[in-house]
């Protein structure tokens, strides 16, 4: 019995550890990030913000319609003439409509502010998916790298192993010294310190992945693409018309032309139309009137009425000091600037693209150096192997050939891997990255 409940504990750890472990490709490691970004959702809500400010800057246009009700109860009555004023419980009630019609283009100005403000929110988002992106892809190709590193040095521990076993034999049946098992030993605890560097960085990169995918800590990511892919670049353009950072400096310009105008309208004449009805009642008054007949007879009143307001109204200013120009032309300064600055990020922005165009085919041309070089570094490999077992090649020589095999895959990995680097930053240079 105690068995059997060993063996389902073991049966339970091993479902709980493998539940632990998720498998994803690049497509999906970007997902996860994007899902798991504060950044994103902060672009997301920044973006819903600038709508609903069109939304709001919309009904500027729109008559603004307003109540007002009020109420009074004073006391004592109020002695007016010889009669007896009394304001308890007067009721005073009313509705307005106001509807601009000129405000001198402020309106106007604060609506295209406020589209230009909702474009540039959209293109923040963009450019923040695509910073997520990149930085996921970093870390997904970098955690493959240092995987394929550890299996390389893995597979030279083997290799050493090997020749540590053909070099015991050797020694033993007294063909060479102690000195060249000696040195075999040396540098098969170099590759296990190496390949305990490998793990370490490997786990290293499996923690940065987690925290950019937003899973535990504990969570063992397996990739799905066991190789670094390499396809051969096409014709690539350091176009950046669609680059979002562009599309920013741009509504920045616009959106201080814009300030221009509404810097302006403060200075212009506004004219409004404005319609309302009220209704007042209670006003009570009471006393005595002289009457026909010369005597004065007992006499009070309720008074209560509405009626109908129509109005127009026009606001010119006249003399201001100067302030106006003043504001207007530091207003016109600041578009300067932001077609300056506009300038110069865009200079800087097609040096960029350009850059990444470059590394882009360096980076391939880099991957074929590696590839003949590992096959070179194969085959000599596989001769000394064989050479070395004949005793027709020395230790040296066989070392030197396994070294020159792991200098040779290590170039590889890191050739492939930098070349998905500079892909990934070629088309977020060009603003092409989704």
Request: contains cysteine.
């Amino acid at each position: 019995m105690k068995k059997h409940i060993i063996l389902a504990l073991a049966f339970i750890s091993s479902i709980a550890v493998q539940a632990e472990t998720l498998k994803i490709n690049r497509d999906q490691c970007r997902m996860m990030a994007i899902d798991a970004s504060e950044d994103v959702a902060i672009a997301r809500n920044t973006a819903e913000q600038a709508r609903l400010d069109k939304k709001a800057a919309v009904t500027a246009y729109l008559p603004r319609l307003a109540g007002t009700a009020s109420g009074i109860y004073r006391t004592p009555d109020s002695d007016v003439s010889g009669m007896t004023l009394s304001l308890k419980g007067v009721y005073m009630a009313g509705l307005t409509v106001t509807q601009p019609v000129y405000a001198g283009g402020k309106i106007v100005a604060a609506n295209r502010l406020a589209e230009i403000g909702k474009k540039a929110a959209a293109e923040q988002q963009r450019m923040t998916r695509m910073d997520v992106i990149a930085n996921a892809d970093n870390a997904y190709w970098n955690y493959i790298a240092v995987l394929a590193k550890v299996d390389m040095t893995r597979a030279y521990l083997s290799q050493i192993d090997t020749v540590y076993a053909q070099t015991k034999t050797s020694y033993e049946v007294g063909m060479i010294t102690q000195t060249d098992l000696v040195r075999i030993d040396a540098r098969r605890s170099q590759i296990i310190y190496q390949l305990n560097q490998a793990e370490s960085g490997a786990d290293l990169c499996r923690l940065a992945l987690c925290n950019i995918l937003g899973v535990s800590s504990d969570t063992q990511i397996e990739p799905i693409d066991k190789d670094i892919p390499v396809t051969q670049p096409g014709n690539l353009s350091a176009d950046i018309a669609n680059r979002p950072e562009l599309s920013l400096l741009k509504a920045d310009v616009m959106a201080k032309e814009q300030q221009v105008k509404i810097t302006r309208a403060d200075f212009l004449p506004t004219l409004g139309v404005q319609a309302g009805w009220s209704a007042y009642g209670n006003i009570k008054m009471k006393g005595y009137a002289e009457g026909p007949d010369g005597s004065y007879q007992p006499f009070s009143s309720n008074t209560k009425g509405n009626g109908w307001l129509v109005m127009a109204s026009l606001s010119v200013p006249i003399f201001h000091w100067g302030e106006g120009i003043h504001k207007v032309k530091r207003a016109k300064l600041e578009v300067s600037n932001a077609n300056l600055t506009l300038e110069k990020n865009r200079r800087l922005m097609n040096i960029e693209a350009q850059q990444t165009v470059n590394n882009v085919l360096n980076g391939y041309k880099l991957i074929e150096s590696a590839n003949i070089a590992m096959r070179q570094a194969q085959l000599s490999l596989d001769d000394m192997k064989v050479r070395y077992k004949a005793g027709l090649a020395s230790l040296t020589d066989m070392l030197d050939a396994q070294a020159q095999w792991q200098t040779s895959w290590s170039n590889m990995i890191e050739s492939r891997t930098q070349y998905q680097i500079y892909t990934t930053d070629y088309l977020r240079a060009t603003g092409l990255l989704e």
